[in-house]
């Protein structure tokens, strides 16, 4: 049987599958009614071109059909934006050309992939109905656009600093081991933990550290894809500091701890704002 061909867009951390009929934010499915995505289709088809308002008028309608044109398609326009989290006063996406039609603006990606080549991605957040559910996490769209270089800069401290952290714990296995016997009693169930988890650290802080070092642009989707296991592990290696607390004291274990806690979240904003530097 022959393999079907699958168009997919990608620009900053959308992606859209033209066959499925699919909108992705950060790997998460957005609903969309079909008259929005199929002038979202039109645009991404010629990105930096003026795709005008009768082009438009013959895609969405019929000559027969009788219909309120330049408000509907401002409506249309309109639900577009505030999916991709744009506006006409300030566009990063779609541009407004008065009484001609509309532009999109960022470089886009055009990939046909068969079908059997498509893996199936994990949508965090979604509903049965292709919805979004509302989330705790910072979405790309709250984000500011800051320099590419101050996100990359601060994304490699992160993943050198977790380096340090397990091979600094590594280098001092004994002395970590007589710390837990003296004030546990002999717990070498957390330094099995912590062993394994440096373990599997080690190679993800490697692979992010190479991500970023050779600037890949799909950094958020492979990030987001293990940040589940990223986040396990961080939140575990927060206890760190109690592992030096014979010489920061029990107050600066507890701030650091609290502090580490938040470093997850701030990985996953970090990403996301390279994407919108790059969209931009």
Do not use: C
Request: no cysteine; charged share 20%; glycine share 6%.
């Amino acid at each position: 049987m022959p393999e079907q061909v699958k168009t997919v867009f990608r620009f900053g951390v959308f992606e859209v599958d033209a066959s499925a009929g699919e909108l992705r934010k950060s790997g998460v499915r957005l609903r969309v009614q079909d008259q929005p995505f199929q002038v979202l289709l039109l645009l991404l088809a010629r990105p930096g071109e003026v795709v005008t308002r009768e082009e438009l008028r013959q895609k969405l309608w019929a000559s027969d059909t009788f219909v309120d044109f330049d408000h509907s398609l401002n409506t249309i326009i309109n639900k577009l934006r505030e999916l991709l989290g744009d506006s006409a006063s300030s566009p990063r996406f779609i541009e407004t050309l008065a009484k001609r039609g509309y532009r999109f603006l960022p470089s886009v990606e055009r990939s046909p992939l068969t079908a059997n080549a498509l893996p199936a991605e994990p949508q965090p957040g979604s509903g049965e109905d292709g919805g979004s559910r509302p989330s705790f996490l910072t979405q790309p769209q709250d984000l500011p656009v800051v320099p590419h270089g101050y996100v990359r800069i601060l994304f490699l401290l992160i993943q050198i600093m977790y380096l340090g952290f397990y091979i600094g714990a590594f280098a001092r296995l004994p002395a970590i081991q007589q710390l837990l016997d003296r004030k546990l009693g002999g717990a070498n169930w957390i330094t099995v933990i912590l062993v394994v988890s440096g373990a599997i650290g080690i190679p993800i802080r490697l692979y992010l550290l190479s991500l970023v070092a050779f600037d890949v642009k799909d950094l958020s989707r492979k990030f987001l894809r293990l940040f589940p296991i990223t986040f396990i592990l961080d939140e575990l290696w927060a206890l760190s500091p109690f592992l030096l607390i014979a010489q920061i004291g029990i107050g600066l274990a507890l701030a650091s701890t609290a502090a580490l806690l938040y470093v997850p979240f701030a990985e996953r904003t970090l990403v996301l704002m390279r994407d919108r530097s790059h969209s931009n």
